[in-house]
């Protein structure tokens, strides 16, 4: 693991749970995701979706 010194944005940190079937290896991706500043949880079934809460999140605390 490579040891990092600078301090990373609080606003941009996500927490990411993968179902018990998800398979990243084949393109499956499922869990549930949180932002982990403001609480808001989303499920996804698709990296899509995943991606999708992430740039609406990453939107809202950008225009606050």
Known sequence: ARVMS???PTDR???IRLSGNA?????IYRGR?????????AR????AELE???AEMLAGVAGK
């Open 6 to 8: 600078e301090r990373l």
């Open 13 to 15: 940190v996500f927490l």
């Open 23 to 27: 398979e990243p290896s084949e393109g």
């Open 33 to 41: 995701t949180e932002h982990v500043q403001t609480g808001r949880v």
């Open 44 to 47: 996804f079934s698709s990296l």
């Open 52 to 54: 999708q809460f992430i």
